[in-house]
């Protein structure tokens, strides 16, 4: 059982491009229940912020890093074992809210997924998933909700997926991510998925404005790796951050800052976002992101922090945004290897 992550609003802005006065706080509320059985982007794609981890060789700067020549995953690691698959079909279902306090509460996907014989909610690494409906204030039903859909999918047939969606921005902590909470270190994992977002994102966040929608995760306070959506009112683009903004106590930190306006926000259609992670604290933590095949950043670094802390939470789908946001999710797989 992971320990309480409170501390909502008390640290400085961290956030998405550094422009937002709010820190993403998950875990405001009781736990859920654990089951106890691009180059940097490619293209003209910039970073910044390259702080030292501790036991990092010298890194100069921007200057290649180790990894960084070879296409990101396309050196698939041997026997590479699918951990769960499912597209919301046949069995699965939302249970009811639960938990609830005044800051939100908790929901299940639930049910054995007719297709791929995986079963809800997610029981990996000493945890599970769960998702955090985490308000801030107000009434719930207001201000989250989530539902499982029939839509056309991303080969043009009908399918199901999760929708998920913040319909106010009630309080800066206002979220609704599909979170993996785990007690055991993951080692390598990646995880593939299906995302459509609003075809009217840009106009929707404004400018200025930031969403989280891939897979990101955070270590038991010392460690972060996120990539967000940038808004500038008309156009979108790609930043991601490796820092210490993990709702912990030690110091905040960026140690690795990444844009990429190269590769395109697909929005108003479905993309597939890949997300690969490799944990390292001898310069050899590695982490990509693809869509739609595209490599989006690609960047070795230490990803291990101060404290050594283990992966404690995984996020696997998250509008989490400065206004009001949706997304669908489909054909979500996690992979312990880039298969």
Known sequence: MRRLLVALMALAALGCSGSIAGVREDGGGPAPPVDAAASEGGGDASSSGDAALPGDAALPGDAALPGDAAPAGDAAPPGATLLFKSGFEGGVSLGAPYGLGSWGGWQDVVGTDSETGFTWPIALWGGQSSLQLLTGGGTLSEIIQNEIVTVTGHGGTATRALHQMVLQKFDGVTQDPLVLTISQEPGDFYISEWLLLPGDLASQLGAGGWVTAVPEWKSDGDFRIVTCILSDGATLSWEQKWDTNANGDVPLVEYWHGYNSDVPVPVGEWFRAEFFTHRGGD?????????????????????????????????????????????????????????
């Open 283 to 339: 310069g050899d933590g590695r982490a990509w992101l693809k869509v739609n095949g595209q490599v989006v950043f690609d960047h070795t670094q230490n990803n291990i922090g101060i404290n050594g802390a283990n992966i404690n939470r995984i996020f696997l789908s998250s509008p989490y945004a400065n206004a009001p946001v949706d997304l669908h999710v489909d054909d979500l797989e996690i992979w312990d290897g880039a298969p």
